[in-house]
């Protein structure tokens, strides 16, 4: 397909379908993780800027857009997502350059945006009320309604899936949405937003203020007139979300972090386990929340896994986003101190394997190696914490039930998965396993728009992705018809 440019104004704040200076006139520079260096100035957008977002949602409700049929609405969001695929290589260059991901990750980023337009945008008018049997002479059906104004606060690791995820949601069910990026990438949320424009999305239906977490975040998540808050990102920050829209009492959804298991058996297909075990850690320099950092290995086999990601992790190349290595710089050099931290936490352990840094990477840079550690306990900080860079460790386990105790040992409960032949204990281990996913002989981290996701513990709570996050952007209302 043609690539058309976009014409974005990243110094600007995206509001009522218009392009406009934060309120408060402020800016802050944007870096480029590959290399240190400046790539533009981004709004720094202020409680101000909030008020104007979340009034301008408030009359898209009052407007076109609350008007629309739930039929429209998903023809809208369908020719956004052919919209979004006339730009792939634009919004891949920017994720890219913004956050540090190879091409190709963001590409295929690019792709999931795409298909969340056209699943929500299929889905938006098959989202059915019941009828329910009750007393004689009443009528009793159920409406499902949106919420109203919905609040999107999101990380900088997957911008335009999570946006694909819960704006996409949100709109099909005829919310109107306030999305704040994160202050380290909001270049493709900006983007999104002038495509949605284009492609028809009425005025105010999406508006996006970027800003620090600690201005435009909390603004919006203490806003009274919002109805629902959507937050992906840390769990220290989402207690504070939770907080905030406690004392509004309005609901949450929580998308948090993780610490997920891959569990391989005696039994296991060793040579099909092998790329999945690396590559769910690897992939995004390991800044997925449902990144698999923890790899549980069977005594039977446990050397030749070891011997086997070993092998790959020798092989792992990082580099800038634009030579598409196997992985990139992470996304800022606070994530690298934080990442490098860990690592140095890990002195006592014996390292496995480790990848490389090319040599040409620049040295402005938020690169890190790539890490093996093996022989880890399950206590180790490194098998509890999560790391958020491209860091794995490999514990040993004797049976099932030492591998079901060590895997739902974390205060953590996103994905989890197991390899193994054995169809019994397939089953038996999908139900042990603490997780809000479980996928059994693969692992699918990021990806998978049909698939809902969601946590346990400190995981978060609520779903998004797939039909279920449609229950959780709208509201059930009963309407009960005496008629005799
Ligand atoms: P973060 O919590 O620091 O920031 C996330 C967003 O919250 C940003 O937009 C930030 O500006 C905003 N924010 C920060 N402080 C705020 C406050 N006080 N009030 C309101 N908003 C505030 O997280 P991060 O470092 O950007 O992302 C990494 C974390 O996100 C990891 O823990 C990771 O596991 C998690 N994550 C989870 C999922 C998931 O689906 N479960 C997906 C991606 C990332």
């Known amino acids: 397909m043609s690539v058309r440019p976009l014409n974005i104004d990243p110094s600007k704040c995206f509001i009522a379908g218009a392009w406009v200076d934060s309120l408060g006139g402020q800016t802050m520079p944007l870096t480029n993780p590959s290399d240190g260096s400046t790539i533009c100035e981004i709004a720094r957008g202020q409680s101000a800027d909030v008020d104007a977002a979340v009034a301008a949602a408030d009359a898209a409700l009052g407007g076109e857009w609350g008007r629309a049929t739930a039929a429209e609405r998903g023809r809208v969001l369908a020719k956004i997502g052919l919209a979004v695929l006339t730009h792939v290589d634009e919004l891949a260059a920017l994720e890219a350059m913004e956050v540090g991901k190879p091409l190709k990750q963001a590409r295929a980023d690019v792709l999931a945006l795409a298909r969340y337009m056209e699943f929500y945008g299929g889905a938006a008018d098959k989202v059915h009320g019941e009828t329910i049997p009750y007393l004689d002479g009443y009528t ?5 309604e949106p919420h109203g104004v919905t609040g999107h606060i999101i990380p900088w690791n997957y911008p335009m899936q999570i946006i694909g995820r819960s704006v996409g949601a949100a709109l099909a069910m005829g919310n109107a949405c306030v999305l704040k990026p994160a202050e380290e990438a909001c ?16 005025d105010g239906a999406l508006n996006v203020v970027p800003g620090l977490g600690a201005e435009a975040g909390v603004a919006l998540s203490g806003h009274s007139g919002v109805h629902h808050i959507s937050f992906t990102g840390s769990v220290g920050v989402g207690k504070l979300i939770q907080q905030a829209a406690g004392a509004n009492v309005v609901p949450v959804t929580l998308e948090l972090g993780g610490k997920s298991p891959q569990v391989v058996f005696d039994d296991a297909d060793i040579d099909a ?10 992939q995004n320099a390991g800044q997925t929340c ?3 950092s923890r790899i549980l290995v069977q005594r039977g086999v446990y050397d030749e896994v070891v011997a086997g990601m070993a092998a790959r992790y020798q092989a792992l190349r990082a580099g800038p986003a634009v030579d598409d290595l196997d992985v990139g710089p992470l996304v800022s050099m606070r994530q690298k101190e934080i990442v490098a931290g860990f690592i140095a936490k890990g002195s006592d352990l014996r390292v496995a394997a480790q990848g490389q840094v090319i040599a040409s990477a620049p040295k402005g840079g938020a690169y890190v190696t790539p890490m093996l550690f093996a022989d880890v306990s399950p206590d180790h900080t490194l098998a509890q914490d999560e790391i958020f860079g491209p860091v794995q460790v490999i514990i040993p386990f004797e049976d099932e039930a030492e591998a079901i105790t060590i895997a739902n040992g974390t205060a953590y409960g996103l994905v989890a998965s197991c390899w193994t032949e054995n169809g019994a204990r397939q089953m038996r281990m999908a139900r042990a396993l603490r997780a809000g996913q479980v996928f059994i002989n693969n692992y699918g981290a990021g990806g998978g728009v049909e698939l809902p996701l969601g946590g346990t513990g400190l995981s978060g709570h609520g779903r998004e992705k797939g039909f279920e996050a449609l229950y959780g952007f709208s509201v059930l209302k009963t309407v009960a018809a005496l008629h005799g």
């Open 290 to 292: 449902s990144a698999s």
């Open 140 to 144: 009793v059906y159920t409406l499902r």
């Open 187 to 202: 270049l493709t949320a900006l983007a999104f937003a002038e495509i949605a424009r284009q492609a028809g999305l009425p």
């Open 273 to 282: 386990a092998l790329p999945f075990l690396v590559n769910a850690g690897i």
